[in-house]
């Protein structure tokens, strides 16, 4: 849907891919066409190179935006995009195939002198090497995919006589979801700040950054809640030169164009190390968009078609700040399971300041095959204070019916004291849950204590007391934020 409608605003006309599961959805509607490439199952549909070239040739497209999943950091179908004559939207085959591997990115950043989290530059052989690797950096360690990310293939490891273990149940998953069992070995950043860099290249050899955005709120290592800038940055505003620079060196090695992404844990003095690129326009590139008003896929768009950034370093300016919370159908409560079903209402915020990037109406069905992903809703606001309470607003009015959602979840999170503050981690959900808890226990007993005091009141012999309206304690407390 992002990008539909920018190539509408540039009179481009589409034509979208879809799979039997997503016959219904609303980018088949919206686009000037739409073909069909398989079954539900991505890897017969989605991530079959053949097909959506196929669907390409046959629709006569010139160019294929590949979006945020799938075949995107793919450097084969960007190859093979290439080789049919048709356009890839993205960087050059062999800029992704080169930070594809996160083994192979380590490298190129130790090269372009970018600081690195200490830990091996190839994949670990065997466990002796593993042993003696962990042993030199110290616990605790991480063990990580080296072909792919999202948690996939991750284990934390706190000592050696867990590490044997890890290593088998990390290399059958990262088998599983990335076809390759490679995984490496880094030590282990203690509630570090996960902050990523958007960086913008042409083909031309012009490459700018686009500032940072504050990514710690996870869970299960996939992002949440993100922001343009950073708490951190606006504590230490020296940080997003310095980042900014170490992601353009690395960028600039493998001759980067196209919207990109680089990662980096921070602990909390501001000291920095780079983790990992997507090479592709991320999920949460809206809040960059809200803050310096630069479109990046119309930018994308117009690079692959040749253009020069108009745009310097020096034109760069960051106003405000921008918050994207990712709409979810799942369930908060339940390990946050997902949740799929039918909707059967459907209404998006509005208002000043807000956006919502979204792909679901009344009457769909949301699949059960894909990720659980409903929208993604982003605010601006003058200060990070404003944007917060525009986002409390906003997910307030935010109505989804039929399903699960993590609406009132993310209501919450917006008024957490210690998000309110500033002070994350990528273990935040972990500690907000404990909060959470606590404050359920605590309200359950002011419950009980109304309830209590509204027996004693009336005197009633039984618990009918409590049945009919609710008693003037009752409401004073609700009115006093102590109910819901």
Known sequence: MRVIRACREMRIETAAIFSDADRHALHVQMADEAVCVGPAPSRES?????????????????????????????AEFASACEEAGIKFIGPAPEAIGQMGSKTAARRVAIAAGAPVVPGTEQGIRDFAEARRTAAGIGYPVLLKAAAGGGGKGMRRVDSEAELESAMRSAASEAERAFGSAEVYLEKLIERPRHIEVQVLGD????????????????RRHQKVVEECPSPLVLEKPELRERIGEAALKIARAVSYSSAGTLEFLADQQGNF?????????????????????????????????GEQLSVRQEDVRWTGSAIESRIYAEDPENNFFPSPG?????????????????????????????????????VWGDTRETAIERMRRALGEYRVLGITTNLTYLEELMGDGEFVAGRLD???????????????KNEGEVIAAVLAAAYATTQQ????AVSGPAPSAWRVASKQGLMH
Not at 212 to 218: D, K, L, M, N, T
Not at 461 to 464: H, I, M, Q, S, V
């Open 46 to 74: 989605y991530l079959s190179i053949e097909r959506v070239l196929r669907a390409a040739r046959d629709t006569g497209s010139e160019a294929i935006h590949p979006g945020y999943g799938f075949l995107s950091e793919n």
């Open 203 to 218: 083909e031309h050899g012009r490459l700018i950054h686009l500032g940072e955005r504050e990514c710690s709120i996870q």
């Open 273 to 305: 190390y780079f983790l990992e690129m997507n090479t592709r326009l991320q999920v949460e590139h809206p809040v960059t968009e809200w803050t310096t008003g630069i479109d990046l896929v119309r930018w994308q768009i117009r690079v692959a078609a």
């Open 342 to 378: 039918r909707i059967a209402q459907y209404a998006e915020p509005a208002g000043p300041g807000v956006r919502v990037d979204g792909g679901v109406y009344a009457g769909w069905t949301v699949p059960i095959e894909y990720d659980p992903m409903l929208a993604k809703l982003a």
């Open 426 to 440: 990528t273990g935040f959900l972990e500690e907000f849950a404990k909060r959470r808890r606590a404050a359920q």
């Open 461 to 464: 012999p039984t618990f009918a």
